[in-house]
């Protein structure tokens, strides 16, 4: 038993998000001297909103259909980017409380960088990782009886993104520690893997679900760095393989649309072997290239004037795009 990998793998994406959004914030900031906010939200919804509004839509008519079930409270809390402070969401919707929390980083973070400034952003994150462990202990004993009891409010969350965004911030420094880059070796990196895997095995336990997304948040941060900062070791070059990075440009795709087809509960035809993966790959292969790539491109659009451009932080194009996708 390895515990709840699939939330293992959420929150590998948080460190990943945190980690991306900062270091674009930080590098707008080098090369033009200010963040336009404006132009951030307008580059997240192209990529965000016609995606996951298109999945919406398809599954709000599947259940006026009869197809699938979806309260309405189910419809407009994922119109709305609120799926994480819905109790007994349905399966088709389920998995847009991610979604949620990262539609809220997005709201939130890139404000608190500006007006707090790029060294005062650092103890912004900090703060935000103290309150989601304190946020974590008080559901614990304030919460255990009601439906909010374990719910993926977005203070009981954010300590893994805050954790990548502190990577970021903190990236030159770490790099320049003799202690922390014990870590980035081989046999650092492996027992970092390692203590991940143990803290996820036992998340049920009160101490350890706590204290221990923390963590494994920084965990996954310090493997994050390492692909990063050795790129061409064996993990970078997987990274960069050309079918790892295809799979992460369909990933957000494949994300949305595999709801619809991985239920297991339901005896439905799309929800058997192999239509269910069928379906699903088809899907997001056609959300990809007939929503997705088309935003995309529109997106690029609002960096075409010098001042808007972003310099990217990855060791390669190949490896950045993969993980913005």
């Known amino acids: 038993m390895v515990g ?3 939330h293992l793998g959420v929150t590998v994406f948080f460190v990943i998000s945190g980690f991306l959004i900062t270091t674009l914030l930080m590098s707008e900031q080098e090369s033009n001297g200010q963040i336009s906010i404006k132009l951030f939200y307008a580059r997240r919804s192209l990529r965000i909103f016609p995606a996951s509004y298109t999945y919406v839509i398809v599954a709000s008519a599947l259940s006026a259909l009869g197809m699938i079930h979806l309260r309405q409270s189910d419809i ?5 980017y609120t799926a994480n402070y819905l109790p007994s969401r349905s399966w088709y919707i389920g998995h847009l409380w991610s979604l949620s ?14 007006l707090a400034g790029y060294k005062k952003a650092r103890w912004v994150g900090l703060w935000v990782i103290l309150v989601a462990i304190v946020a974590r202990g008080a559901n614990r004993v304030l919460l255990i009886d009601t439906p909010y009891h374990d719910l993926e409010m977005f203070p009981m969350v954010a300590d893994s993104l805050a954790m990548g965004c502190m990577l970021a911030l903190l990236r030159d420094r770490l790099e320049s520690c003799k202690p922390y880059q014990l870590l980035l070796r081989p046999a650092g990196s492996l027992t970092v893997l390692g203590v991940i895997l143990i803290l996820n095995r036992f998340m049920a336990y009160s101490v350890i679900n706590i204290f ?49 087809f991985l239920n297991r509960e339901s005896g439905a035809w799309f929800n058997t072997y192999p239509q269910n993966l069928i379906g699903a790959v088809t899907l997001a292969m056609a959300s990809y290239y007939a929503i997705e790539r088309p935003m995309l491109r529109l997106r690029k659009r609002l960096h075409v004037r010098p001042a808007e451009r972003i310099i990217s932080f990855m060791p390669s194009p190949e490896a950045t795009k993969s993980l913005s996708s």
């Open 4 to 6: 709840d990998y699939g």
């Open 212 to 260: 221990g997304t923390t963590l494994i948040s920084f965990g996954i941060a310090v493997l994050i760095h390492r692909s990063v900062h050795s790129p061409q070791d064996w993990a970078g070059r997987i990274l960069n393989w050309k079918p790892v990075v295809f799979i992460g440009g369909l990933s957000y795709s494949l994300y949305l649309w595999q709801q619809l």
């Open 76 to 80: 407009w809390h994922s119109f709305a």
């Open 101 to 114: 929390v990262e539609e809220q980083f997005y709201l939130l973070w890139p404000v608190a960088f500006v």
